[in-house]
Every structure is written in C-alpha cells, then in structure tokens.
C-alpha cells in the first residue's frame, strides 16, 4: 500500500467538520491504480445500548457568499443546528435546535415516535402505519435507524475509499460510487465533494459526515448510567393508551 504524505490538511476543517480544525499533520493511506482493501468488520457500528452523541450541522447557507433570500429559505430555517440523541436500549430522546431557535423534542419507543405540540399542548404520535403512508418527507415524525444514525445507509464496502491517520487516529474514508476514482492526495478534489464521511477507524462511529452540501459533525458524550423515562404528561398519555387498548381488547402491537 502507497503512503501519501501532506505537511498540513487545514482543509479537513471544512472537509471533516470543527473537529479537524486543530490538525497539524496528516497521512492518507490509497491504493494506486486499484480500489483500497476493505477492512474486516462492520464498517459503520450502531450506537451503543447506553449512549449520547451531539450532532452539529452546517449548511451551505452558512458560508459568507450565501445571498439573504437563501438564509430566509422555509426549509433552512427548520432544518437542525444541533442536535443530542440519547439512547437507553429501546428508548432514545432527541433534542433538536432549529437554525431559527425553535426546540423540538422527540421520543422514541421501539418504532413509535412522540412529539411534543407545544402549540397544542399535547404529544402528538407517529407510529408505524404512519410510517408506512408518510409522503410529506418530514424526518423529524420518521424513527431513528436501529444504527441510531439517519441517512447513513450508504456508507458500504462499496463506498470505501481509503484510509486517513491524523495524529495517531485513524479514519475510514466514504464517497458515493458515482463519484468516481478518488485521489485521496487531491486537496481540491476532496473539498469539492458534495458527499463524504469519516468513520473512526477504531469505535466504528461516525466522526463527519458531509451529504449534499449539508456537513454533520459527531461529538460523543459520556454515555447514560440508567434507563431513559419518558416525561410525566407522556408517561400520563402512554398509560391511558394502553388502557384504551386493554379494554377494546387489541393485542398490542397489532394493526387493522
């Protein structure tokens, strides 16, 4: 295997996200004339049964040149900032910041989804049926994966590209297929990919991820000590549900 050496990758900070922005010397790792090994394992692990991770989102109306009609766009005023997910087991709260200040929180039980209206005052359910019909394309009503991670699904075998070590840590590298051979040593080729991840090498979790213009970056906190419960008024809810359920004889689980 070729070793492709680089004094300083100051462009991984817009390449990888904020937490490159402190790299002082790099090594990219490619196969010339042939596609890189892929590595043994999983390449993309779940998040752990206890865990919490904090995803920061850039978007490319954030850059100095987007014009004012841009930044005033619907679906960038409500698209996240930043998000923290909370997973225990089956049960996992998301805290998503809009990029107009708007707070919205998400539980999720095995596949069912709750989010708090505040304007209405209750939380409204998203369930499997739901799942199945929704076309409005709103994320925020979808479950999380069993992985944890949304939108991901394409990081394979296939998609690897190589392998990048910064200071002792090493990443995996993922383009998109039509994205053609990759010269890992090609500063401008890489900034200019619409599409790109970096996965630790090590935990297997993702570290950046860049989709469509859109940069995600993964921090990963100290992991929960006991199991997530939900707030008092949803606990409230959830236990009449299940008694309306009880009485009208529906096993549970069970859809007409």
Same mark, same amino acid.
């Given at each position: 295997?070729?070793?492709?050496?680089?004094?300083?990758?100051?462009?991984?900070?817009?390449?990888?996200?904020?937490?490159?922005?402190?790299?002082?010397?790099?090594?990219?790792?490619?196969?010339?004339?042939?596609?890189?090994?892929?590595?043994?394992?999983?390449?993309?692990?779940?998040?752990?049964?206890?865990?919490?991770?904090?995803i920061t989102f850039t978007y490319?109306?954030?850059?100095?040149?987007?014009?004012?009609?841009?930044?005033?766009?619907?679906?960038?005023?409500?698209?996240?900032?930043?998000?923290?997910? /909370?997973?225990?087991?089956?049960?996992?709260?998301?805290?998503?910041?809009?990029?107009?200040?708007?707070?919205?929180?998400?539980?999720?039980?095995?596949? /069912?989804?709750?989010?708090?209206?505040?304007?209405?005052?209750?939380?409204?359910?998203?369930?499997?049926?739901?799942?199945?019909?929704?076309?409005?394309?709103?994320?925020?009503?979808?479950?999380?994966?069993?992985?944890?991670?949304?939108?991901?699904?394409?990081?394979?075998?296939? /998609?690897?590209?190589?392998?990048?070590?910064?200071?002792?840590?090493?990443?995996?590298?993922?383009?998109?297929?039509?994205?053609?051979?990759?010269?890992?040593?090609?500063?401008?080729?890489?900034?200019?990919?619409? /599409?790109?991840?970096?996965?630790?090498?090590?935990?297997?979790?993702?570290?950046?991820?860049?989709?469509?213009?859109?940069?995600?970056?993964?921090?990963?906190?100290n992991a929960p000590s006991q199991?997530?419960?939900?707030?008092?008024?949803?606990?409230?809810?959830?236990?009449?549900?299940?008694?309306?359920?009880?009485?009208?004889?529906?096993?549970?689980?069970?859809?007409?």
């Amino acid at each position: 295997m070729k070793m492709l050496n680089s004094r300083v990758f100051v462009y991984l900070a817009a390449i990888a996200g904020a937490c490159f922005s402190d790299v002082l010397s790099v090594s990219l790792h490619a196969q010339s004339g042939s596609r890189p090994a892929v590595p043994n394992g999983l390449l993309l692990k779940a998040a752990p049964a206890f865990s919490e991770w904090e995803i920061t989102f850039t978007y490319p109306q954030d850059l100095p040149d987007a014009i004012a009609a841009q930044r005033k766009d619907s679906l960038y005023q409500r698209g996240p900032r930043r998000s923290v997910v /909370t997973k225990t087991q089956n049960i996992l709260r998301e805290v998503i910041l809009r990029v107009n200040g708007e707070k919205v929180e998400r539980w999720q039980i095995d596949r /069912t989804v709750y989010i708090f209206a505040p304007q209405a005052g209750f939380w409204a359910m998203y369930g499997p049926e739901f799942h199945r019909n929704n076309r409005d394309g709103d994320s925020e009503k979808l479950p999380l994966p069993e992985s944890g991670f949304s939108g991901l699904n394409w990081i394979s075998a296939e /998609t690897f590209a190589g392998n990048l070590s910064e200071n002792g840590r090493e990443f995996l590298i993922f383009v998109p297929v039509d994205s053609g051979p990759i010269d890992l040593s090609d500063v401008k080729a890489l900034k200019n990919l619409s /599409t790109i991840a970096f996965v630790d090498a090590y935990t297997r979790l993702p570290v950046s991820v860049r989709e469509n213009g859109i940069q995600k970056a993964f921090v990963f906190r100290n992991a929960p000590s006991q199991k997530l419960s939900p707030p008092a008024d949803l606990a409230t809810d959830l236990k009449r549900a299940a008694e309306i359920e009880a009485k009208s004889n529906i096993a549970p689980g069970r859809e007409y």
